[in-house]
């Protein structure tokens, strides 16, 4: 049986591909900007709700079904064999969690509950500004103390007990990604064309950059909402670039649309700011989380193939034609920790490292 990773692409994916890049741009384009493409902020209100509500929607549908899907299903999905062996616990904490957060914490809550309990007419919401910001770009962090404990203490005691597992298990950009990487197509996407190797991995460094000029930004705003020191020059253009390169072009055009051709985690892994910086934090902090190898591996790959962040997971359980029992966690990789590795591996060679066990 073919790995997803040999199938050619459909003629049915290349037309989806063909419609899905333009959709992808110009909606973001017209949700962002709309002023660029209208005299008014509502112009492009569907039965009096903002694009940010309908998109939301679509956005939180796609997620929950295929959550539901598998969860229902009951199976493997990171499994090839014809046959997939039963859903681990650990996957089932994991899209039950997906499904759980996208559809209360990102969707009803914001887009339902709260203008409901404000007694608004649902069905007309007011011409607003679109929202550019989100805690993911840590600048935000330094503009509101709720946003502040919520980054710097809250995640960094995630980071400290489960590494960068917020990632896989909660964040609203990596929901989708999660979710699209194991249908049909998706697979085949981070499988074919997620890049690997040495090249792959010095990009990363991009990110690097993309949470440092976030820090900047943020002290940029904390020192003008404190009236410390005040540039408005300094502190628009920063904003714009963020507004711009960051939420527009990186984190919304790239990070959705490059899933065809690039696997679903280039937003994960080269611009998050809240990525990095919890790839940082992790062996700052010496973090308990780690995948381990049990010296089971047969050399097989499909750990390697199946990791949407391009991590040679093989380098670490198997070495010139040798099994080895070598283990990896933020210090060496950006892992995520969505254990699609250790579902993929048919002779269960790897698995996390038991945080409650000092002796591991």
């Known amino acids: 049986m073919p790995t997803p990773d040999q199938l050619p692409r459909s003629k049915a994916e290349i037309i989806f591909i063909f419609l899905f890049l333009p959709v992808v741009v110009g909606f973001y384009l017209i949700y962002k900007y709309p002023l660029w493409f ?25 997620v929950s079904v295929t959550c539901l899907y598998i969860l229902v299903r009951g199976r493997n999905a990171y499994s090839i064999r014809k046959e997939p062996e039963p859903l681990n616990r650990y996957q089932k904490g994991k899209f039950s969690m997906i499904l759980f957060s996208q559809l209360c914490a990102f969707f009803l809550v914001p887009f339902v509950i709260i203008p409901l309990s404000r007694g608004v007419d649902f069905w007309h919401d007011l011409p607003t500004e679109p929202v550019k910001s989100a805690h993911v770009y840590l600048w935000p962090a330094f503009t509101s103390l709720g946003t502040a404990l919520y980054v710097f203490v809250l995640i960094t005691l995630v980071v400290y ?57 943020g002290v940029i705003l904390f020192t003008d909402l404190m009236k410390l020191a005040s540039v408005e020059t300094i502190v628009e253009k920063s904003l714009s670039f963020q507004y711009f390169v960051t939420d527009l072009i990186f984190g919304s055009i790239i990070g959705v649309g490059s899933y065809p051709f690039l696997g679903t985690r280039i937003w994960c892994r080269y611009g998050c700011p809240l990525a990095s910086w919890m790839h940082w934090l992790g062996p700052t902090i010496k973090t308990k989380f780690r995948v381990v190898a049990n010296g089971q591996c047969k050399g097989i790959g499909l750990c390697t193939k199946t990791c949407p962040m391009g991590i040679m997971v093989e380098n ?45």
């Open 38 to 62: 209208a005299d008014e902020l509502d112009a492009f209100y569907l039965f009096g709700k903002q694009p940010a509500f309908w998109y939301g929607l679509t956005y939180t549908t796609l």
């Open 161 to 217: 007990f489960f590494g960068k597992r917020y990632c896989s298990w909660f964040c609203s950009c990596g929901n989708l990604a999660e979710t699209v990487g194991v249908t049909p197509w998706g697979r085949k996407w981070v499988m074919k064309y997620t890049p690997r190797g040495e090249g792959a991995t010095k990009l990363e460094g991009v990110q690097k950059i993309m949470m440092v000029l976030a820090l900047v930004t």
């Open 316 to 360: 670490y359980a198997h070495k010139d034609k040798t099994p080895i029992m070598g283990t990896f966690g933020l210090k060496e990789t950006p892992c995520i920790g969505c254990g699609g590795c250790i579902s993929a591996c048919p002779t269960k060679a790897l698995s996390f490292k038991n945080i409650m066990n000092k002796n591991e």
